[in-house]
């Protein structure tokens, strides 16, 4: 599934702080709702609760609980993935240079010719 993407992508952004699985999974289902379709909102909150129990239960896990119950943040400190998967999400938010507007040269047909 996509959530897995959107889930590390909410986590990079939140940063040291961490997010609750609660947030977490109202972001995930605002990405994923449109005009015509509507995801169950439980089913995504047990999936990004299970993601994230699955994803930091070790010293060495990509993601990491917080001193508060429920929150989740990546755990830049102890996964070599974390520090990589920050510097990507970084390259991939770059600002895009603004585009020059071409200077308009056309002549004018008020202008009048001394």
């Known amino acids: 599934m996509n959530y897995d993407k959107q889930i590390l ?5 939140v940063g040291e702080r961490g997010i609750s699985v609660q947030a977490m999974s109202k972001h ?3 990405m994923n709702r449109t005009f015509f379709v509507s995801p169950d909102f439980e089913e995504i909150r047990n999936y990004v609760q299970q993601y994230l129990l699955k994803n930091s239960k070790s010293d060495h896990s990509l993601i990491e ?7 989740y ?4 400190m102890g996964s070599n993935d974390a520090q ?8 991939e938010q770059q600002p895009i240079e603004e585009v020059k507007q071409p200077e308009d040269l056309s ?8």
Not at 107 to 114: A, G, Q, R, V
């Open 9 to 13: 992508d909410i986590l990079t952004r």
């Open 28 to 30: 995930v289902y605002n």
């Open 65 to 71: 609980r917080t001193e508060q119950r429920g929150w």
């Open 73 to 76: 943040r990546l755990n830049t």
């Open 84 to 91: 990589q998967l920050m510097l990507q999400f970084r390259d």
């Open 107 to 114: 002549l004018s047909l008020f202008d009048t010719m001394i």
